[in-house]
């Protein structure tokens, strides 16, 4: 199986896509809504949080696990991948959604500036401007750190008339640093839900990154290049959703933003 990480709903968003393009895997989700939102907690903490979802990925029977969440890409994926992978599961494997991303976007930038819309941890794990940075040091990152849109998403209120307003002041405050900026990283995967939001505020010559297609596309080439990864991950069609909050609120979102109706599995970290 190939497992999905996210602190809640945002990573339906890549998964919806994986699915689009690669029908035939077998997918398990897990979205730890009971302690959304990551993206205001400290680093170490969303390593515990992340490191416990993984595990539990990882004996459901998953055999690879891509963070679809930026906040723990940014703040565990490392160490998942330098300490934990190797005492625990040494033949197991985790992504994330950094890397892809800053790939691309480097790639559509002209004026060499970047924006980039995420939550309070990714900001200031500098992970973006490094990775970026990395790949061409004449780019320059700028980055917003957007902490109400995660809670608001959660709790389902897209149509609220406040979130235009709180958008239209975190993007305001983004080009306020830059009018150069001509590619906007929407950093954080529950972005995309309320993208037509966020794009009525961007102007219109900037090109807004879509980071589920290209997590998708990337992902499949990852295991084109991998058959000794992909022969083990079945391909019986089987999809599975947990979550840690077993709720009204969770089985909606769950069916609202992924499109079918959804019954999660509870599951305790
Ligand atoms: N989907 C997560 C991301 O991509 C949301 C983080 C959070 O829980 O704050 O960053």
């Not at 903490?45 to 906040?71: H, M, P, W």
Request: aromatic share 8%; proline share 4%.
């Amino acid at each position: 199986m190939l497992g999905f990480f996210d602190s809640g709903l945002g990573g339906l968003t890549i998964l919806k896509e994986v699915i689009r393009l690669m029908p035939d895997y077998s997918y398990i989700y897990l979205g730890d809504n009971a302690r959304t939102p990551y993206g205001s907690h400290s680093q170490d903490i969303i390593y515990k949080f992340t490191s416990q979802g993984v595990a539990r990925l990882f004996d459901e029977g998953a055999k690879l696990v891509v963070l679809v969440c930026n906040t723990s890409s940014a703040a565990a994926l490392r160490r998942l991948q330098m300490e934990f992978l190797p005492e625990h599961y040494p033949d197991k494997k985790v992504l994330g959604v950094i890397i892809p991303t800053a790939e691309e976007t480097v790639k559509m930038t002209n004026s060499k500036e970047i924006g980039i819309l995420a939550t309070e941890a990714t900001v200031h794990s500098f992970v973006y401007p490094r990775e970026i940075t990395k790949l061409d040091g004449e780019i320059k990152v700028h980055q917003q750190a957007c902490p109400l849109l995660v809670p608001i998403i959660e709790a389902g209120e897209l149509e609220w008339e406040g979130l235009d307003l709180i958008v239209k002041k975190y993007v305001g405050q983004l080009f306020e640093r830059s009018s150069a900026i001509d590619v906007l990283i929407l950093g954080c995967t529950h972005y995309e839900l309320i993208s037509d939001v966020i794009k009525k505020h961007v102007p219109d010559s900037v090109k807004i990154f879509n980071q589920a297609r290209v997590i998708a596309e990337k992902l499949e080439n990852y295991l084109e290049c991998h058959p000794e990864i992909s022969e083990q991950l079945g391909k019986d069609g089987k999809r599975d959703f947990l979550s840690t909050e077993d709720s009204w609120r969770v089985k909606d979102l769950f069916r609202k933003f992924y499109g079918e109706k959804i019954n999660p599995r509870k599951v305790s970290l």
